[in-house]
């Protein structure tokens, strides 16, 4: 768990800086900005990848010598759905680095956006059993709720540092997206509540239903903080 939440982190941060140099602010030195993104989405490779064999070896049930022996890796890694996912992910974060070298201009920066996305997304296609009453539905609303919530947080973090330079104006712009995205979250959230629960009574009688309003704790705890710091940084410019 502790690697899946390091997986999320890195990627939202990704996602944050990208969308931060393409739509906010351009970075004084774009080599560097892209340099560290670069450095960063390498080190997504080996969480993605440390996830994968994380989540073949709970399935499988397998000891740490059995998971690490030869052929075991080569022979299940990519055929289970739930390891799959983050070895394409890992795909995706080594492209990012890859064309991090080779990017001279911010006019090709919304693929990095674009294969950050994906690298997000791609885990979140086997998050739900085909088995729900909708599963088309549990998959779309979780697809935006994970875009949703790294686009938000992610480009927030990201723009801190650039706030005493352009503080109106980027909090302007950034309140716009930030208005979408926590829009994006409430409704997906909803969607995904749906699709898991039968009746109120779900929200506090099963496991699913407590997480989910942990969820909203922590969603409305979230807006305040946020509002708060937005308060303050409005208050210090």
Known sequence: QILKLLFTFLALIILGKLITITFFVKPSNFHKALNQIGGLANLLV???????????????GLSLNTTF?????????????????????AVFALIIALLALFIKSDNSLF???VLTGSVIVTPLLNSHSAA???????????????????IWVGTFLALIPHISSNGNLILNKFGSLAKWSVIALAISGVAAAYTRLDSLVDFWATGYGQLVLIKV???????????????????NI
Request: glycine residues 6%; aromatic residues 8%.
């Open 46 to 60: 080996v969480i993605s990848l440390l996830v994968a064999i994380g989540q073949m070896s709970y399935v499988l």
């Open 132 to 150: 729900l009453g909708d599963h088309s539905l549990a998959l779309t609303s979780s697809i935006i709720h994970g875009l949703a919530v790294s």
């Open 217 to 235: 704790l922590i969603f409305a705890i979230a807006l305040f903080l946020v509002s708060q710091i937005r308060r303050r940084l409005v208050q």
């Open 69 to 89: 022996s030869p052929g075991t890796i080569a022979t299940y890694l990519f055929d289970l759905t739930s390891s799959r996912g983050y070895v394409i992910s």
């Open 111 to 113: 693929l990095l956006v």
